[in-house]
């Protein structure tokens, strides 16, 4: 008559940001101690590259931010285009009105102080209004039609090569003590 051999399989506490290793518990029977077997998990090429991924992209989330910012108003265009295409109309108006406002400060407000804020102004108005010009056509046609999808693969480049230079400015005088 043979004997059955019963194993168990354990899972030990996890460690600092991995699974933990297995352990199998192995009971011998007539009356010895069970013995434990612990095997360590290895990590995949996948989850290594993964890994490896996520913390880079962790490591320097600030400088790609106009990149993630360009990912989020393409997936919310994709997203209205889909369930509300008249949402475009929403982005419409501002995307004419906010300029029109700007210019009309810029050249006849009566205060001087108000035309120089509005011409120092000028590059955040004209970018934003075409940000939000891009959305209101990208809601109504959807962001995956080629011309609108190369201005926003434009745009998000410029973006995020204007970010990097003017995070890496270094002063051209030294400064005096």
Not at 16 to 31: E, M, N, W
Request: net charge positive.
């Amino acid at each position: 008559m043979r004997s059955r051999v019963r194993t168990t399989k354990v899972q030990l506490p996890r460690q600092r940001g991995q699974r933990g290793p297995s352990a199998h518990v192995i009971d011998l029977g007539r009356g010895t101690a069970p013995v434990v077997v612990v095997v360590p998990e290895r990590p995949t090429l996948g989850r290594q590259l993964a890994y490896a991924t996520g913390s880079a992209l962790w490591r320097h989330r600030a400088a790609w931010a106009p990149t993630w910012a360009g990912i989020g108003v393409f997936t919310v265009a994709g997203l209205l285009a889909v369930t509300a295409p008249t949402a475009g109309i929403v982005f419409a108006v501002p995307a004419v009105v906010v300029p029109a406002g700007w210019a009309v400060a810029r050249r006849w407000h009566p205060r001087s102080a108000v035309r120089r804020r509005a011409r120092a102004l000028r590059l955040p108005v004209l970018t934003g209004s075409a940000g939000l010009a891009w959305l209101a056509v990208a809601c109504l046609l959807g962001p995956a039609n080629w011309p609108l999808f190369g201005l926003w693969a434009a745009a998000t480049a410029t973006g995020q090569g204007a970010w990097w230079r003017s995070r890496r400015t270094v002063p051209t005088v030294p400064l005096q003590p």
